[in-house]
């Protein structure tokens, strides 16, 4: 095999390949040879075919296969040799048209991935803020679990819905005196003020009684999900089959052990460390923004073009829709298409850096994401489409490409957490109020 290299310029590199005819000549004979041992001709034994024969009736075929490996092989053998990493699939073209006894050619040309000096990780100094929990929040908690908990039981006939009642009703929507699909149903429990349906729907029934006949009038969001429905004004025929009232709860052992618990305080345990943990969340997505910042800020190398466009594209297609869809974030609004594209393309290309600097720490200390933690998300994964969990795991497990994206956020944050327990972290507790506008005035000076 001859190699020349064509185009050596910043991380673009271009080859032109010769395999020698002889060499393809004997792979295929190879093959040829191999092949008359399994055929089954008429009046041949195995191995016994004629040399002619295969070559008239095969040779076209196995020369294919030959040419496809041929590239193939030779393709990676380049690769490994001159220790080249690609930067997305190396775009492979043959040189001319190949001809049976002639040199196979062939051009190869790529974005390599840069060469990436990650920087002193024990440089790094953050702070990452923890929450004291207040026993009221605790307490709120356990209030919004036992409200969870609660039954209705029917009132008297007379009596009139307020506001967290239940009302179980018959109705029937129609726009324009036409029914509509999906906005029929028969015994529905609806717990005035819950916001659950249409704005304007559920005040219309406060003060209603068992038996009370109403028309509700009420316009559909113009951002509602269905298009035939949204901005439209709707007439609801209402019938009031029941009227029932929800029970209080009490916060005590016999709601913990309800709850599978064994008493009181385990279930005040499991609140604060559910409310912890959650705190805990968010005060890390805050540490790792400041350590991206500090390491996009701290690091500079030549980013493959082919990679920052392919991101900048799928960006700038959510952006394209939500232009379409009049979504667009409040910041981005008034602003020019150029001004947009400018500031979006940064953002693919610190999203390109960043992503190769941390693959890149991850190569070089050999962080892996175990099978099982790759299980576990792929079954969380799968949960979230009730009745076709198997058809995703399936999915999954066909599609390598589908797998690695899947692998991609767990490497990450191994990663990361790699970083962080080099850098100088230290810590600070602060109260809900304080943490919350801390997270407020961040965000803000993130949007300036």
Do not use: C
Request: no cysteine; net charge negative; glycine share 6%.
């Amino acid at each position: 095999m001859q190699i020349t290299e064509t185009l050596n310029q910043g991380l673009k590199r271009e080859y032109k390949i010769a395999v020698p005819a002889a060499q393809l000549r004997e792979k295929v004979d190879g093959k040829l040879v191999e092949l008359s041992h399994k055929l089954k001709i008429p009046g041949f034994r195995p191995g016994k075919v004629p040399m002619s024969l295969l070559k008239q009736r095969y040779e076209q075929s196995v020369m294919g296969e030959v040419l496809e490996e041929s590239v193939q092989q030779s393709s990676q053998q380049l690769l490994t040799e001159r220790n080249l990493r690609p930067a997305g699939q190396p775009k492979v073209e043959l040189v001319g048209e190949f001809k049976d006894g002639a040199d196979l050619e062939f051009s190869m040309a790529m974005e390599v991935i840069p060469e990436v000096t990650p920087m002193d990780f024990t440089t790094v100094s953050l702070e990452r803020v923890g929450v004291e929990v207040p026993e009221s929040e605790v307490e709120d908690s356990l209030k919004r679990i036992a409200k969870r908990q609660r039954a209705s039981e029917p009132t008297a006939d007379d009596v009139a819905a307020a506001n967290s009642d239940i009302v179980v009703i018959d109705f029937v929507g129609s726009i324009d005196g036409v029914e509509f699909e999906g906005g029929k149903a028969d015994g529905h429990y609806l717990e005035l003020g819950s916001g659950t349906f249409i704005p304007g729907f559920e005040e219309q029934l406060v003060g209603a009684k068992k038996g009370d006949k109403k028309t509700v009038k009420v316009t559909f969001p113009a951002e509602y999900g269905n298009a035939d429905l949204a901005g439209k004004e709707a007439s609801f025929a209402v019938t009031v089959q029941e009227v029932r009232r929800l029970k209080d709860v009490p916060v005590d052992d016999e709601l913990a052990k309800s709850l599978g618990l064994t008493d009181l305080n385990e279930l005040k345990t499991q609140a604060r460390e559910r409310i912890e943990k959650e705190y805990g969340a968010v005060a890390r997505a805050r540490v790792k923004r400041k350590l991206l910042d500090i390491l996009a800020d701290n690091h500079n190398f030549n980013l493959p073009e082919s990679l920052v466009e392919a991101e900048f594209g799928a960006i700038w297609q959510q952006i394209e829709a939500d232009l379409k869809a009049d979504r667009l974030d409040e910041e981005d609004k008034g602003k020019s298409e150029d001004e947009l594209k400018k500031e979006y393309r940064e953002i693919a290309e610190r999203r390109v850096k960043l992503g190769l600097l941390l693959s890149e720490v991850g190569r070089q200390n050999n962080i892996q994401v175990p099978n099982e933690e790759l299980s576990r998300a792929l079954i969380q994964e799968a949960q979230r489409y009730p009745g076709q969990q198997q058809q995703v795991i399936e999915y999954y497990q066909r599609s390598p490409e589908a797998l690695n994206q899947l692998r991609a956020p767990l490497y990450e944050e191994k990663v990361v957490d790699y970083i962080l327990e080099r850098a100088k972290v230290s810590e600070r507790k602060i109260s809900p109020e304080a943490f919350a506008a801390e997270g407020e005035a961040e965000l803000k000076s993130r949007r300036d």
